[in-house]
């Protein structure tokens, strides 16, 4: 047995992404990833539909993050075909379906890939059953699939009242174990609905995270999103995500503090997404630690600096 | 400087991959494989259509041969899609397709799935210009594309008069000096017109073999090929290659003299496939070394065993 601190990391998309290579870099940490299974847009949208596959985009990221391969690999994996039959297929998803139908196992693609890529850690899907995401608005109407939330063509200004998945799927036994062994359990940066809450809804997993040793974080988003977070504060997130899992579930939130420059929020209210206000006073019920600095990267984009969200996690082990 | 011999293979399709994936099992070998780049069918040739890169094909089947990788990871490069937008695609062409696409380099791509492949030798491109291959039938028809005349559509009992590139295409340097520093070239085996002449048509390649202190072998086809070599026996063959090469370019000939059994010959009948005949007497021209045995392998299928091909090779030097 190897002494190393287990980190977990929960999520998906490119928040998950960030939070892995940061950490990546502290060689005695053993880092998994428990990815949501909920993705059905883009290229892996028609990969499950055409292949009956759990979805490989989110993963792809993951092993991405992890690897220690050199550049161009990585860069390989996250090729989009840009014409032709092809078009928008990622190659790294065509490289984990292909595995997928050789093996006959979901996981084993996903070991093998991880192999090619060299990569530090584990990335475990949460579920390995097939299930989809559905949201119930506030007015009452029902949204299917995770795209149709993420990118909303309903509403934007409607609250989602409650997420769920149909059918129920319950939990990878290798993500139970990860997080019941974790030193750490890391939640989040991420799309609340439609990225970090879809693993809690897998049968098992919330359970988990209750009942293990492991310190508990959340990573408050920097950005809202319309149609699944618009106008919220950090206090709604942090509410948000605890109507999930369980009120004071988490032991630290770390918030970010940092109002970033005026041009490039007003490029995202374009796209109605607005900076999340730190509220301070709104999280006096929250009983565990809040880490609030700057946590912005540099550039156009608002991104988590990766190596700060790092460094803050690190200090709490 | 590495002492150890350098055995050249000449070809395409899967004739190169036998010779290969047999010579791969001398670790003492310096194995280079330069691959046709006629092939416009099937993957390749709507990754042609579409990206407008050289083929793929042939190099993939190249590099799989000379892997050292586990059986998943060559079995990965084989594997085709069966369905949906991706269908009849190679996984292992969409890698050397999307490696091109990021590097700006065919060369680059195929050094690349070379290192991914942890492949023993080098994989060269005979030359790394865009060209189409054209034949001329004997009733003055002109059929344009690889594809076209290895599946004919045409007449396929009338012989091919002649075999030609457009536009012209220069050698790959590298492919000059791989000929020019050989201890061993070994042609074929290989559909004549359509995997070993087209090599010889490209500017420069047929030089270098005139040229080079290596020597030379042949290696005959074990089955004839409708629209071809239809009737062809081994005399047919050598004097074929010989017309685009050079009389007595050869040292020595490798020839089959064994028939396969009745019941899996009368399955290639019904594709127009009959056994190549060794017509011994009919090679008294031939001035170098003739090898003729027991070629074949087990199985239902007439091919070379690779075992007894590289045994035989091995030899020479």
Redesign the interface.
């Known amino acids: 047995m190897s002494n190393k601190k287990i980190i977990v990391a929960i999520g998906g998309g490119t928040g998950v992404f960030t939070v892995l290579s940061g950490l990546k870099n502290y060689p005695d940490l053993n880092l998994k990833a428990i990815v949501s299974m909920a993705d059905d847009g883009g290229s892996t949208g028609?990969l499950r539909?055409?292949?009956g596959i759990l979805p490989p985009g989110d993963i792809r990221r993951a092993l991405v993050a992890l690897s220690h391969s050199d550049k161009?690999?990585a860069?390989?994996f996250n090729?989009r075909?840009?014409?032709?039959?092809?078009s928008g297929?990622s190659?790294g998803n065509?490289?984990i379906?292909?595995?997928e139908?050789?093996?006959g196992s979901f996981e084993q693609a996903v070991r093998?890939a991880g192999k090619?890529l060299s990569t530090q850690g584990e990335v475990i899907p949460v579920t390995l059953d097939q299930c989809r995401l559905f949201a119930k608005l506030e007015n009452g109407e029902i949204i299917q699939g995770e795209t149709n939330i993420d990118v909303p063509k309903h509403d934007g200004n409607l609250k989602i009242e409650r997420i769920y998945l149909k059918p129920k799927a319950t939990a990878n036994p290798k993500a139970i174990k990860a997080i019941l062994n974790a030193d750490l359990v890391i939640v989040g940066p991420g799309d609340l609905y439609t990225s970090l809450i879809p693993n809690f809804l897998v049968s098992g997993v919330r359970n988990a995270l209750l009942k293990t040793k492991a310190k508990k974080v959340y990573a408050v988003n920097l950005m809202t999103k319309f149609g699944e977070t618009h106008n919220f504060s950090a206090s709604d997130f942090v509410s948000s995500i605890e109507n999930y899992i369980g009120k004071n579930c988490f032991d630290y939130i770390l918030a970010n503090n940092k109002k970033p420059e005026e041009k490039i929020l007003k490029k995202y209210r374009e796209q109605n997404a607005r900076f999340v206000n730190f509220d301070k006073e709104n999280l006096d019920d929250f009983k565990g630690g809040i880490i609030a600095k700057n946590f912005l990267r540099k550039g156009e984009l608002v991104r988590h600096n990766s190596r700060t969200l790092a460094e803050e996690i690190i200090k709490l082990i």
């Open positions: 028609i539909e055409e292949f161009l690999l860069e390989l090729y075909f840009p014409q032709g039959g092809l297929h190659f065509l490289l379906t292909s595995l139908r050789i093996t093998e090619i």
